[in-house]
Structures are given as structure tokens and as C-alpha cells.
């Protein structure tokens, strides 16, 4: 959704990669086969509130940094880089399920529905003021798989509708 829309992704930041597997082979996210198949620019920091980190962040030159899964607190330093500010996509309905696993605990918790939330991000753990949410219905048979490709199917159009109220 991202990709295809008028705005342009300047650089991608995610984890460093990881052993994974029997092997122990490094092991590239998704989010980065996906960024150097669109030859998008790719930075992994270890931290990411180290002092080059954040150097590095401030080179982009972003208008808004948009951040989903990233599993790094962001410090307020980096919070005030871009001109419009940093943005989360969270997949619960906030402020249920803050943190981490939202899909998990909704689905062990035998909730009905969750949903994506689009916040702008503070120094809190998912406490930023919310832009806009979108709910989704939890099925009987649902996994933790199968509801994690139904928020992500939600959470792209709902992004592009935050980037245009924030515009």
C-alpha cells in the first residue's frame, strides 16, 4: 500500500539480522527483503538510541518516520527528528493490549475483535494520542498467523488514511 502510494520511503530501518533456524543461519526480516526488492536504502542499527544511530536517522531528513513492529523504545531525541513526528501502526485497539504479542493476548483472551490503531508516538509504551483505528473480527478458528495477515490487510489502507489527515 505504501510502496504504491505518492509518498516516497526514503530508507528502511529494522533489526540487525538474526540466526534463525536449525542452522543458525542469518536470517534477513521481512521488512528488509522487502525494502532491497524495491532498492530501497536499509539501516539496522544494534540500538537504535546509540549516538550514530541517531546521527544516521537525522542524515534522512524525513518528514515522518513510520514505525510497526520495531521492537525498540525510541527516545524522545529520536522522537523529535522528523518535522511531522514519529507514527505507529499498533495491532490492537488501543489502549488495550499496549506492548508486546497484542494478537496473541486477543486471541487467548477470546476477544470477538481487535483491530489496528495509528498513533503518533510519545516516550510511553503505546501511549500516543490515536489518529485512527480499525476493527477487525476474531473468528472461532483464528490463529495468531491467520489474524496477523487479516490486521496487516486493514492496517495498510488505514495508514494511508492517517498520512492524509495528517497532511
Not at 505518492?6 to 538474526?18: G, L, M, Y
Not at 486471541?107 to 495509528?118: C, H, R, S, V
Amino acid at each position: 500500500c505504501l510502496l504504491t502510494s505518492e509518498h516516497e520511503i526514503i530508507a528502511v530501518v529494522t533489526q540487525p539480522d538474526r540466526p534463525k533456524g536449525r542452522g543458525k543461519e542469518l536470517a534477513k526480516s521481512p521488512v528488509k527483503l522487502v525494502a532491497e526488492e524495491y532498492g530501497i536504502p536499509v539501516f539496522q542499527p544494534e540500538k537504535v538510541k546509540a549516538p550514530e544511530a541517531v546521527a544516521q536517522l537525522k542524515e534522512y531528513d524525513a518528514d515522518i518516520f513510520l514505525v510497526a513492529a520495531f521492537g525498540q523504545i525510541v527516545s524522545r531525541e529520536i522522537l523529535d527528528i522528523p518535522k511531522y513526528g514519529c507514527i505507529n501502526v499498533h495491532a490492537s485497539l488501543l489502549p488495550e493490549y499496549r506492548g508486546a504479542a497484542p494478537i496473541q493476548w486477543a486471541i487467548l483472551d477470546g476477544k470477538e475483535k481487535t483491530g489496528i490503531t495509528i498513533m503518533r508516538m510519545d516516550e510511553g509504551i503505546d501511549t500516543g494520542d490515536m489518529i485512527c483505528t480499525v476493527e477487525v473480527p476474531i473468528t472461532a478458528d483464528e490463529t495468531g498467523g491467520s489474524l496477523h495477515d487479516k490486521l496487516a490487510a486493514a492496517g495498510g489502507p488505514l495508514l494511508l488514511s492517517a498520512m492524509k489527515q495528517i497532511e
